[in-house]
Protein backbone atom coordinates (compact mmCIF):
# COMPACT_ATOMS: atom_id res chain seq x y z
CA UNK A 1 0.00 0.00 0.00
CA UNK A 2 1.38 3.62 -0.82
CA UNK A 3 0.54 5.46 2.32
CA UNK A 4 1.61 8.71 1.10
CA UNK A 5 -0.03 8.31 -1.67
CA UNK A 6 -3.06 7.88 0.43
CA UNK A 7 -2.11 11.26 2.53
CA UNK A 8 -1.51 13.14 -0.86
CA UNK A 9 -5.65 12.04 -1.81
CA UNK A 10 -6.66 12.51 1.28
CA UNK A 11 -5.47 16.15 1.95
CA UNK A 12 -6.74 16.99 -1.35
CA UNK A 13 -10.35 15.64 -0.11
CA UNK A 14 -10.76 17.97 2.79
CA UNK A 15 -14.08 16.49 3.43
CA UNK A 16 -12.99 12.91 3.98
CA UNK A 17 -11.02 14.22 7.15
CA UNK A 18 -13.68 16.33 9.10
CA UNK A 19 -15.94 12.79 9.54
CA UNK A 20 -15.46 9.09 8.58
CA UNK A 21 -16.91 9.22 5.04
CA UNK A 22 -18.58 6.23 3.99
CA UNK A 23 -21.55 7.58 1.91
CA UNK A 24 -19.94 8.43 -1.79
CA UNK A 25 -23.43 6.52 -2.95
CA UNK A 26 -24.97 9.51 -1.92
CA UNK A 27 -22.36 12.03 -2.72
CA UNK A 28 -18.87 11.69 -3.14
CA UNK A 29 -16.37 14.37 -1.37
CA UNK A 30 -15.50 17.77 -3.61
CA UNK A 31 -11.63 17.48 -4.58
CA UNK A 32 -9.64 20.77 -3.68
CA UNK A 33 -9.31 21.86 -7.47
CA UNK A 34 -12.82 21.19 -8.06
CA UNK A 35 -13.92 23.75 -5.05
CA UNK A 36 -11.45 26.55 -5.62
CA UNK A 37 -12.12 26.72 -9.48
CA UNK A 38 -16.11 26.81 -8.80
CA UNK A 39 -15.48 29.57 -6.22
CA UNK A 40 -13.29 31.15 -8.94
CA UNK A 41 -15.69 30.97 -11.62
CA UNK A 42 -18.43 32.09 -9.80
CA UNK A 43 -16.77 35.19 -8.30
CA UNK A 44 -15.52 36.01 -11.82
CA UNK A 45 -18.88 36.22 -13.08
CA UNK A 46 -19.90 37.64 -10.29
CA UNK A 47 -17.36 40.70 -10.74
CA UNK A 48 -16.68 40.81 -14.33
CA UNK A 49 -20.18 39.88 -15.99
CA UNK A 50 -21.09 36.96 -18.63
CA UNK A 51 -19.74 38.53 -21.95
CA UNK A 52 -20.45 37.03 -25.22
CA UNK A 53 -17.17 34.80 -25.21
CA UNK A 54 -18.36 32.92 -22.76
CA UNK A 55 -19.95 30.62 -24.74
CA UNK A 56 -17.06 29.71 -27.13
CA UNK A 57 -15.12 29.02 -23.61
CA UNK A 58 -18.19 26.98 -22.38
CA UNK A 59 -18.96 24.90 -25.56
CA UNK A 60 -14.93 24.48 -25.34
CA UNK A 61 -15.42 23.26 -21.91
CA UNK A 62 -17.97 21.11 -22.51
CA UNK A 63 -16.54 19.06 -25.02
CA UNK A 64 -13.28 18.76 -22.78
CA UNK A 65 -15.39 17.38 -19.96
CA UNK A 66 -17.52 14.68 -22.81
CA UNK A 67 -14.06 13.67 -23.51
CA UNK A 68 -13.05 12.88 -20.53
CA UNK A 69 -16.24 11.01 -19.44
CA UNK A 70 -15.32 8.98 -22.60
CA UNK A 71 -11.44 8.49 -21.49
CA UNK A 72 -12.91 7.48 -18.30
CA UNK A 73 -16.05 4.87 -19.43
CA UNK A 74 -14.09 3.21 -22.84
CA UNK A 75 -16.37 5.33 -25.22
CA UNK A 76 -15.71 8.05 -28.06
CA UNK A 77 -16.42 11.35 -27.16
CA UNK A 78 -19.40 12.16 -29.57
CA UNK A 79 -21.13 8.94 -28.04
CA UNK A 80 -21.14 11.37 -24.71
CA UNK A 81 -24.14 14.11 -24.05
CA UNK A 82 -23.68 15.92 -20.63
CA UNK A 83 -26.69 16.06 -18.47
CA UNK A 84 -27.90 17.12 -14.92
CA UNK A 85 -28.50 14.21 -13.76
CA UNK A 86 -28.49 10.12 -14.36
CA UNK A 87 -32.50 10.57 -14.01
CA UNK A 88 -32.27 13.00 -16.98
CA UNK A 89 -30.42 10.35 -18.75
CA UNK A 90 -32.97 7.69 -18.20
CA UNK A 91 -35.47 10.08 -18.92
CA UNK A 92 -33.75 10.91 -22.88
CA UNK A 93 -33.76 6.89 -23.59
CA UNK A 94 -36.91 5.42 -22.38
CA UNK A 95 -39.22 9.20 -23.97
CA UNK A 96 -36.99 8.67 -27.06
CA UNK A 97 -37.63 5.27 -28.24
CA UNK A 98 -40.29 5.03 -30.89
CA UNK A 99 -42.58 2.57 -28.97
CA UNK A 100 -45.69 1.26 -30.37
CA UNK A 101 -48.56 0.02 -28.14
CA UNK A 102 -47.60 -3.68 -26.80
CA UNK A 103 -43.78 -3.13 -27.02
CA UNK A 104 -42.52 -4.61 -23.81
CA UNK A 105 -40.19 -3.01 -21.31
CA UNK A 106 -38.10 -5.62 -18.48
CA UNK A 107 -36.54 -4.33 -15.76
CA UNK A 108 -36.01 -5.85 -11.97
CA UNK A 109 -37.07 -5.20 -8.20
CA UNK A 110 -33.94 -4.15 -7.54
CA UNK A 111 -34.04 -1.02 -9.47
CA UNK A 112 -33.97 2.94 -7.86
CA UNK A 113 -36.75 5.25 -8.32
CA UNK A 114 -34.60 7.10 -11.25
CA UNK A 115 -36.10 3.97 -13.24
CA UNK A 116 -38.93 3.03 -11.75
CA UNK A 117 -41.03 6.54 -12.44
CA UNK A 118 -39.91 7.33 -15.74
CA UNK A 119 -40.90 3.59 -16.62
CA UNK A 120 -44.09 3.80 -14.98
CA UNK A 121 -45.25 7.56 -17.12
CA UNK A 122 -43.74 5.81 -20.45
CA UNK A 123 -45.99 2.34 -19.91
CA UNK A 124 -49.03 4.68 -19.08
CA UNK A 125 -48.63 7.24 -21.87
CA UNK A 126 -47.73 4.45 -24.62
CA UNK A 127 -49.64 1.17 -23.90
CA UNK A 128 -46.62 -0.65 -23.18
CA UNK A 129 -46.03 -3.63 -21.36
CA UNK A 130 -43.43 -3.90 -18.20
CA UNK A 131 -42.00 -7.31 -16.59
CA UNK A 132 -39.62 -7.49 -13.88
CA UNK A 133 -37.20 -9.82 -12.64
CA UNK A 134 -37.42 -11.04 -9.07
CA UNK A 135 -33.39 -10.78 -7.71
CA UNK A 136 -33.03 -12.65 -4.68
CA UNK A 137 -29.96 -10.99 -2.46
CA UNK A 138 -27.34 -12.92 0.00
CA UNK A 139 -26.84 -16.28 0.06
CA UNK A 140 -29.84 -16.75 -2.36
CA UNK A 141 -28.45 -14.77 -5.36
CA UNK A 142 -27.48 -16.73 -8.21
CA UNK A 143 -26.25 -15.32 -11.74
CA UNK A 144 -27.23 -18.25 -13.69
CA UNK A 145 -30.75 -17.87 -12.76
CA UNK A 146 -31.22 -14.08 -13.47
CA UNK A 147 -29.79 -14.97 -17.12
CA UNK A 148 -32.02 -17.95 -17.21
CA UNK A 149 -35.20 -15.66 -16.04
CA UNK A 150 -34.35 -12.94 -18.49
CA UNK A 151 -33.89 -15.32 -21.56
CA UNK A 152 -37.29 -16.76 -20.61
CA UNK A 153 -38.90 -13.08 -20.25
CA UNK A 154 -38.33 -11.96 -23.70
CA UNK A 155 -40.77 -12.12 -26.56
CA UNK A 156 -40.61 -10.88 -30.26
CA UNK A 157 -42.62 -7.86 -28.67
CA UNK A 158 -39.38 -7.17 -26.03
CA UNK A 159 -37.91 -3.89 -27.12
CA UNK A 160 -35.46 -2.69 -23.48
CA UNK A 161 -34.13 -4.24 -20.71
CA UNK A 162 -33.93 -1.35 -18.29
CA UNK A 163 -31.62 -2.81 -14.96
CA UNK A 164 -29.23 -1.12 -12.79
CA UNK A 165 -25.41 -1.32 -12.88
CA UNK A 166 -25.24 -1.63 -9.14
CA UNK A 167 -28.03 -1.99 -6.74
CA UNK A 168 -28.33 0.84 -5.04
CA UNK A 169 -30.72 -1.06 -2.21
CA UNK A 170 -28.47 -4.45 -2.17
CA UNK A 171 -25.12 -3.86 -3.04
CA UNK A 172 -25.08 -6.21 -6.26
CA UNK A 173 -23.53 -5.48 -8.97
CA UNK A 174 -25.01 -7.07 -12.32
CA UNK A 175 -23.50 -8.76 -14.97
CA UNK A 176 -23.81 -5.95 -17.53
CA UNK A 177 -21.77 -7.60 -20.12
CA UNK A 178 -24.10 -10.91 -19.99
CA UNK A 179 -27.00 -9.26 -19.43
CA UNK A 180 -26.30 -7.24 -23.03
CA UNK A 181 -25.32 -10.66 -24.98
CA UNK A 182 -28.69 -12.39 -23.81
CA UNK A 183 -30.30 -9.09 -25.17
CA UNK A 184 -28.70 -8.65 -28.07
CA UNK A 185 -29.22 -12.66 -29.42
CA UNK A 186 -32.94 -11.32 -29.41
CA UNK A 187 -32.32 -7.82 -30.66
CA UNK A 188 -33.26 -6.21 -26.92
CA UNK A 189 -31.62 -2.95 -26.48
CA UNK A 190 -30.28 -2.56 -22.60
CA UNK A 191 -30.57 0.64 -20.63
CA UNK A 192 -28.18 0.73 -17.99
CA UNK A 193 -28.42 3.25 -14.80
CA UNK A 194 -24.97 3.35 -13.83
CA UNK A 195 -25.68 6.12 -10.91
CA UNK A 196 -23.74 3.81 -8.77
CA UNK A 197 -21.70 1.80 -11.27
CA UNK A 198 -19.20 4.24 -12.89
CA UNK A 199 -16.35 5.28 -10.64
CA UNK A 200 -16.99 2.33 -8.38
CA UNK A 201 -16.83 -0.68 -10.83
CA UNK A 202 -14.25 -1.67 -13.71
CA UNK A 203 -16.56 -0.72 -17.03
CA UNK A 204 -15.73 -0.49 -20.73
CA UNK A 205 -19.31 0.49 -22.72
CA UNK A 206 -17.61 -0.95 -25.94
CA UNK A 207 -16.12 -4.16 -24.43
CA UNK A 208 -19.96 -4.59 -22.40
CA UNK A 209 -21.60 -3.63 -25.81
CA UNK A 210 -23.95 -1.84 -23.89
CA UNK A 211 -26.73 0.78 -25.66
CA UNK A 212 -27.50 3.08 -22.96
CA UNK A 213 -25.71 4.10 -20.10
CA UNK A 214 -27.00 6.81 -17.56
CA UNK A 215 -24.17 7.87 -14.91
CA UNK A 216 -24.19 10.17 -12.07
CA UNK A 217 -21.65 12.71 -11.31
CA UNK A 218 -22.06 13.58 -7.53
CA UNK A 219 -21.80 10.08 -6.40
CA UNK A 220 -18.28 8.05 -7.40
CA UNK A 221 -17.22 10.47 -9.91
CA UNK A 222 -16.93 12.72 -7.68
CA UNK A 223 -18.09 15.91 -9.14
CA UNK A 224 -20.96 18.68 -8.22
CA UNK A 225 -24.36 17.91 -8.07
CA UNK A 226 -26.20 19.23 -11.05
CA UNK A 227 -23.98 17.75 -13.91
CA UNK A 228 -24.21 13.91 -15.14
CA UNK A 229 -23.36 12.40 -18.23
CA UNK A 230 -24.75 9.56 -20.66
CA UNK A 231 -23.41 7.27 -23.30
CA UNK A 232 -25.54 6.58 -26.11
CA UNK A 233 -23.95 4.05 -28.53
CA UNK A 234 -23.28 5.55 -31.86
CA UNK A 235 -25.18 2.49 -33.91
CA UNK A 236 -28.29 3.35 -31.69
CA UNK A 237 -28.60 7.05 -32.20
CA UNK A 238 -30.80 7.13 -35.43
CA UNK A 239 -33.22 4.86 -33.28
CA UNK A 240 -33.39 7.36 -29.92
CA UNK A 241 -34.96 10.89 -30.90
CA UNK A 242 -34.36 13.69 -28.66
CA UNK A 243 -37.09 14.35 -26.09
CA UNK A 244 -36.07 18.11 -25.59
CA UNK A 245 -34.63 20.35 -27.79
CA UNK A 246 -31.99 23.32 -27.41
CA UNK A 247 -29.76 24.98 -28.99
CA UNK A 248 -26.79 23.24 -28.11
CA UNK A 249 -28.89 20.01 -29.54
CA UNK A 250 -29.00 21.80 -32.69
CA UNK A 251 -25.99 21.93 -35.50
CA UNK A 252 -24.97 25.42 -36.64
CA UNK A 253 -27.13 26.65 -33.70
CA UNK A 254 -27.92 30.04 -35.63
CA UNK A 255 -27.57 28.71 -39.33
CA UNK A 256 -31.05 27.51 -39.73
CA UNK A 257 -34.26 28.40 -41.34
CA UNK A 258 -35.96 30.69 -38.82
CA UNK A 259 -39.07 30.44 -40.79
CA UNK A 260 -39.49 26.55 -41.47
CA UNK A 261 -40.01 23.79 -38.55
CA UNK A 262 -36.95 21.84 -39.01
CA UNK A 263 -33.37 21.29 -37.41
CA UNK A 264 -30.29 19.46 -38.27
CA UNK A 265 -29.68 17.62 -34.67
CA UNK A 266 -25.81 17.94 -33.39
CA UNK A 267 -23.65 15.47 -34.24
CA UNK A 268 -24.13 12.46 -32.55
CA UNK A 269 -24.48 12.17 -28.26
CA UNK A 270 -24.52 16.00 -28.73
CA UNK A 271 -28.03 15.86 -30.03
CA UNK A 272 -29.04 14.92 -26.38
CA UNK A 273 -27.63 17.60 -24.44
CA UNK A 274 -31.26 19.63 -22.87
CA UNK A 275 -29.82 23.05 -21.78
CA UNK A 276 -28.97 25.96 -23.67
CA UNK A 277 -26.38 26.93 -21.48
CA UNK A 278 -24.89 24.38 -18.19
CA UNK A 279 -23.65 26.43 -14.87
CA UNK A 280 -19.79 26.82 -16.16
CA UNK A 281 -19.06 26.88 -12.38
CA UNK A 282 -20.67 23.37 -12.06
CA UNK A 283 -18.95 22.21 -15.39
CA UNK A 284 -15.68 23.15 -14.64
CA UNK A 285 -16.31 21.24 -11.32
CA UNK A 286 -17.07 18.15 -12.79
CA UNK A 287 -14.09 18.79 -15.24
CA UNK A 288 -11.53 19.36 -12.18
CA UNK A 289 -13.03 16.36 -10.42
CA UNK A 290 -12.29 13.80 -13.54
CA UNK A 291 -9.03 14.71 -14.22
CA UNK A 292 -8.63 14.46 -10.29
CA UNK A 293 -9.63 10.87 -10.79
CA UNK A 294 -7.53 10.41 -14.21
CA UNK A 295 -4.36 12.07 -13.59
CA UNK A 296 -3.81 11.81 -9.70
CA UNK A 297 -5.51 9.24 -8.41
CA UNK A 298 -5.66 6.75 -11.76
CA UNK A 299 -8.68 4.70 -12.07
CA UNK A 300 -7.26 1.29 -12.32
CA UNK A 301 -5.43 1.78 -8.98
CA UNK A 302 -8.84 3.27 -7.39
CA UNK A 303 -10.67 0.41 -8.60
CA UNK A 304 -8.36 -2.27 -7.40
CA UNK A 305 -8.24 -0.52 -4.26
CA UNK A 306 -12.27 -0.43 -3.48
CA UNK A 307 -12.29 -4.30 -4.76
CA UNK A 308 -9.33 -4.90 -1.70
CA UNK A 309 -11.19 -2.40 0.56
CA UNK A 310 -14.90 -4.34 0.28
CA UNK A 311 -13.01 -6.92 0.51
CA UNK A 312 -11.65 -6.45 3.67
CA UNK A 313 -14.39 -4.89 5.28
CA UNK A 314 -16.60 -8.02 3.84
CA UNK A 315 -14.42 -10.58 6.24
CA UNK A 316 -14.29 -8.70 9.16
CA UNK A 317 -18.23 -8.58 9.40
CA UNK A 318 -18.49 -12.04 8.90
CA UNK A 319 -16.88 -12.53 12.05
CA UNK A 320 -19.74 -10.58 13.92
CA UNK A 321 -22.31 -12.93 14.87
CA UNK A 322 -25.52 -10.22 15.18
CA UNK A 323 -24.99 -9.12 11.56
CA UNK A 324 -26.54 -10.58 8.19
CA UNK A 325 -24.54 -9.09 5.09
CA UNK A 326 -27.13 -8.32 2.15
CA UNK A 327 -24.44 -7.92 -0.76
CA UNK A 328 -24.19 -11.40 -2.56
CA UNK A 329 -20.42 -12.52 -1.90
CA UNK A 330 -18.09 -11.74 -4.77
CA UNK A 331 -20.56 -9.36 -6.93
CA UNK A 332 -20.19 -6.27 -4.37
CA UNK A 333 -19.04 -3.02 -5.94
CA UNK A 334 -18.01 -0.06 -3.78
CA UNK A 335 -21.03 -1.02 -1.29
CA UNK A 336 -21.61 -3.10 1.85
CA UNK A 337 -25.22 -4.00 2.86
CA UNK A 338 -26.25 -5.18 5.76
CA UNK A 339 -28.83 -5.92 8.95
CA UNK A 340 -28.31 -5.59 12.49
CA UNK A 341 -29.69 -7.86 15.06
CA UNK A 342 -32.46 -6.21 16.84
CA UNK A 343 -32.25 -3.00 14.90
CA UNK A 344 -33.69 -0.68 12.74
CA UNK A 345 -31.42 0.40 10.03
CA UNK A 346 -32.42 4.44 10.16
CA UNK A 347 -32.18 3.88 14.07
CA UNK A 348 -28.35 2.14 13.76
CA UNK A 349 -27.56 4.82 11.35
CA UNK A 350 -28.56 7.74 13.33
CA UNK A 351 -26.41 6.19 16.48
CA UNK A 352 -23.50 6.03 13.81
CA UNK A 353 -23.63 9.64 12.46
CA UNK A 354 -23.52 10.68 15.84
CA UNK A 355 -20.40 9.02 16.28
CA UNK A 356 -18.94 10.33 12.93
CA UNK A 357 -19.44 7.79 10.78
CA UNK A 358 -21.54 8.63 7.68
CA UNK A 359 -23.34 5.79 6.58
CA UNK A 360 -27.02 5.66 5.61
CA UNK A 361 -30.08 3.36 5.12
CA UNK A 362 -32.00 2.55 2.05
CA UNK A 363 -35.43 3.20 2.30
CA UNK A 364 -38.10 0.95 3.57
CA UNK A 365 -40.10 0.24 0.64
CA UNK A 366 -36.93 -1.47 -1.03
CA UNK A 367 -36.80 -4.26 0.55
CA UNK A 368 -34.86 -5.85 2.39
CA UNK A 369 -34.15 -1.60 3.54
CA UNK A 370 -30.60 -2.81 5.17
CA UNK A 371 -28.13 -0.27 6.31
CA UNK A 372 -25.47 0.80 3.43
CA UNK A 373 -21.72 1.42 3.77
CA UNK A 374 -20.24 3.09 0.90
CA UNK A 375 -16.30 2.19 0.33
CA UNK A 376 -14.10 4.74 -1.27
CA UNK A 377 -10.35 4.08 -2.49
CA UNK A 378 -9.66 7.23 -0.36
CA UNK A 379 -10.72 5.16 2.92
CA UNK A 380 -7.87 3.86 5.54
CA UNK A 381 -8.05 0.64 7.15
CA UNK A 382 -7.57 2.34 10.09
CA UNK A 383 -10.91 3.36 9.34
CA UNK A 384 -12.55 0.71 8.35
CA UNK A 385 -11.17 -0.92 11.66
CA UNK A 386 -12.93 2.12 13.54
CA UNK A 387 -15.93 1.13 11.82
CA UNK A 388 -16.01 -2.48 12.86
CA UNK A 389 -15.41 -1.47 16.10
CA UNK A 390 -18.13 1.00 16.35
CA UNK A 391 -20.59 -1.80 14.86
CA UNK A 392 -19.46 -4.27 17.63
CA UNK A 393 -19.60 -1.55 20.38
CA UNK A 394 -23.23 -1.00 19.17
CA UNK A 395 -24.46 -4.20 18.99
Known sequence: MDNGKIER?????????????????????????????MKKEAEKEFLKGRYLPFLAELYKDMDETRTLVADFIGADFEEIALTHTATEGMNLILWGMNWQRGDEVITTDREHVASLAPIALVKNR????????????????????????LK????????????????????????????????????????????????AVPLDVHEFDIDFYAMAGRKWLLGPEG???????????????????????????????????YIIPAP????????TSINRSILLGFKEGLKFLLNDVGKEWLLERIRNQVTYLRKKMEEIPKLTIITPAGHEAGFLHFLAEGWEPAEFCSVMN???????????????????????????KEELDGLIENIKDIL
Do not use: W
Not at 11 to 34: D, H, I, K, M, W
Not at 164 to 191: D, M, R
Not at 268 to 273: D, L
Open 227 to 261: ISALYVAKKRISEVDPTFISPSSIRDRHDLDIASP
Open 9 to 37: IREELPAVQSCFYFNTGTNGPLCRNTAEI
Open 268 to 275: YAARYQTA
Open 152 to 199: ESITPRTRLLVVTHVSFSTGLTFPIKKLAQVCHENNVYVLVDGAQGAG
Open 354 to 380: KRNYMIRPVPKQHLPAPIRVSVEFFNT
Open 126 to 149: FGINVKYLDVPYGREYREEDLLKS
